[in-house]
């Protein structure tokens, strides 16, 4: 079926919290990656269809996804983030096992960029011990939520991905099923990488099967 832009807005209502905003919407793609499909300030004329969406390339069958508009430009004090950002912590078996955030570049901040798209955002890697709780709090009630489903406690990895809003709450923006894993192809001469986030990147792998192992045992 179709929904148009309107009766979504309308599903929304008008008691949002004031992180939010509805005034100025993102759409994306259900399956997208890299931050490539996302945009802000839809036309009136959007239709969300699980077919095809008016107005896209014939090509284009994607789902899309309508979420208010999170401005995150706040910042993560705790973190030593002061720009807009998306903190993805990766879970496995249960548990959060590596953390990242890629935080939006200060020439790019005031260009019109909403959101920290892979080549407008720095990556940093992130110890979890420097995460503040209320991001755990987050991802404890979305895996207390997936183990209802999984009664056989069958190994799962995921990724949550966050963003935090002027009052200090965090926000969730998804959850990737097939969170990225490289690092291998990755290096700082073919893509500017930093040896920290090299070193990250392999922890991300280590850690994640060392804890799927151990859940598998």
């Known amino acids: 079926g179709k929904m148009s832009y309107e009766s979504i807005l309308a599903q929304f209502g008008t008691s949002l919290h004031t992180d939010l905003s509805i005034i100025d919407c993102v759409v994306k793609n259900r399956y997208g990656s890299g931050g490539e499909g996302i945009a802000k300030e839809p036309s009136r004329g959007f239709v969300a269809s699980q077919k095809q969406v008016i107005g896209a390339p014939p090509q284009d069958t994607s789902d899309r996804i309508v979420q208010p508009y999170l401005d995150t430009s706040k910042g993560i004090p705790e973190l030593g983030i002061t720009r807009r950002h998306d903190l993805r912590i990766i879970m496995a078996g249960g548990k959060p096992v590596v953390a990242e955030a890629r935080v939006m570049h200060a020439d790019s901040q005031d260009k019109g960029m909403f959101f920290p798209k892979s080549h407008t955002a720095e990556t940093l890697p992130l110890d979890l011990t420097q995460i503040p709780a209320r991001f755990f709090e987050v991802t404890e009630a979305i895996d207390s939520f997936f183990r209802k489903y999984n009664s056989s406690g069958s190994p799962h990895l995921y990724s949550v991905d966050m963003g935090q809003g002027a009052s200090g709450r965090p926000w969730v923006f998804e959850l990737n099923s097939r969170p990225q894993q490289t690092w291998i192809s990755r290096s700082q001469y073919s ?6 986030l090299i070193a990250c990147r392999k922890r ?5 099967v060392a804890a799927l192992v151990t859940r598998i045992n």
């Open 191 to 196: 893509l500017g990488d930093s040896e920290a």
């Open 204 to 208: 991300q792998q280590e850690a994640t």
